[in-house]
């Protein structure tokens, strides 16, 4: 099992907390989150108000869920430190379904899984999305796994209703979702031995957890570039344009 990530941890600001990231650009094909997805039983373990949302559950793929795994924390391990965000061609008849994402920590033998953060998102009909978890920090063991888990619901049942058996309400309604080219961004404290080359690289790659989507711009229904904001102490103090995220292309624009 993972760790609290032995903080605490400071900053001056929000953005300077977690200068790394580890990123994973899913390129296996769509995914399908199904209507009757997800096991009960692990949202029953997952819920918060039965104070056990810290304990381990069983570590198997979901069926009829979505999964994108990051390779194994090399020696040393990692200490994830924010909000995961998540850049996915989401599409679903559709307006009513939600999508349920939890980012969990595997253990090297994938027999069990710790929660580390959790979201919920209400997708439009088609098209790219960008959502992002709650923020944790956690530190991710040698050999262990975090996982991006999309579920149709996290719940302990999969009818609404049941306020207090789930994190979130089942929605009404609920249709499959196909997931594809996916993007997950989890930031991290920096490891001594990368932290000079990430720090190069930083200066010119955009940083999906720091930036607020604002705009998108579309030719011929399809979107070619995202207008952000990032956002300091609750203003947006520089704007950016991330080009054509589908075919992962960076526009290096930035003005203050």
Same mark, same amino acid.
């Given at each position: 099992?993972?760790?609290?990530?032995?903080?605490?941890?400071?900053? %001056?600001?929000?953005?300077? #907390?977690?200068?790394?990231? #580890?990123?994973?650009?899913?390129?296996?094909?769509?995914?399908?989150?199904?209507?009757?997805?997800?096991?009960?039983? +692990?949202?029953?373990?997952?819920? /918060?108000?039965? *104070?056990? *949302?810290?304990?381990?559950?069983?570590?198997?793929?979901?069926? @009829?869920?979505?999964?994108?795994?990051?390779?194994?924390? %090399?020696?040393?391990?990692?200490?994830?430190?924010?909000?995961?965000?998540? #850049?996915?061609?989401?599409?679903?008849?559709?307006?009513?379904?939600?999508?349920?994402?939890?980012?969990?920590? +595997?253990? %090297?033998? !994938?027999?069990?899984?710790?929660?580390?953060?959790? @979201?919920?998102?209400? /997708?439009?009909?088609?098209? =790219?999305?960008?959502?992002?978890?709650?923020?944790?920090?956690?530190?991710?063991?040698?050999?262990?796994?975090?996982?991006?888990?999309?579920?149709?619901?996290?719940?302990?049942?999969?009818? =609404?209703?049941?306020?207090?058996?789930?994190?979130?309400?089942?929605?009404?309604?609920?249709?499959?979702?196909?997931?594809?080219? +996916?993007?997950?961004?989890? %930031?991290?404290? /920096?490891?001594?031995?990368?932290?000079?080359?990430?720090?190069?690289?930083?200066?010119?790659?955009?940083?999906?957890?720091?930036?607020?989507?604002?705009?998108?711009?579309?030719?011929? @229904?399809?979107?070619?570039?995202?207008?952000?904001?990032?956002?300091?102490? !609750?203003?947006?103090?520089?704007? #950016?344009?991330?080009?054509?995220?589908?075919?992962?292309?960076?526009?290096?624009?930035?003005?203050?």
């Amino acid at each position: 099992m993972g760790s609290d990530g032995a903080g605490p941890y400071t900053a %001056p600001d929000w953005a300077s #907390i977690a200068p790394g990231e #580890i990123r994973l650009l899913d390129d296996g094909g769509p995914q399908t989150v199904d209507p009757n997805g997800g096991d009960p039983a +692990v949202g029953a373990t997952f819920n /918060p108000l039965g *104070a056990t *949302a810290c304990s381990a559950a069983p570590g198997a793929e979901e069926p @009829g869920t979505a999964n994108y795994e990051l390779p194994a924390a %090399p020696a040393g391990g990692y200490t994830v430190m924010g909000a995961a965000t998540v #850049i996915a061609n989401i599409n679903l008849p559709g307006d009513n379904s939600q999508i349920a994402a939890r980012l969990v920590d +595997v253990s %090297p033998d !994938g027999t069990t899984k710790t929660l580390v953060e959790r @979201g919920l998102w209400r /997708p439009r009909k088609q098209g =790219p999305q960008v959502f992002q978890l709650f923020a944790n920090g956690w530190k991710v063991e040698e050999g262990h796994v975090l996982r991006l888990e999309l579920l149709p619901r996290d719940a302990a049942q999969k009818t =609404p209703g049941g306020f207090l058996s789930n994190y979130g309400r089942p929605s009404n309604g609920q249709q499959a979702a196909t997931i594809d080219n +996916v993007d997950l961004r989890v %930031p991290e404290l /920096p490891r001594a031995s990368r932290l000079s080359a990430r720090l190069k690289v930083r200066r010119h790659s955009f940083e999906a957890d720091l930036y607020y989507p604002l705009l998108a711009l579309t030719t011929n @229904g399809r979107v070619r570039a995202w207008i952000f904001a990032q956002v300091f102490t !609750g203003q947006a103090e520089r704007m #950016i344009t991330f080009a054509d995220h589908v075919n992962h292309g960076y526009l290096g624009l930035a003005f203050q």
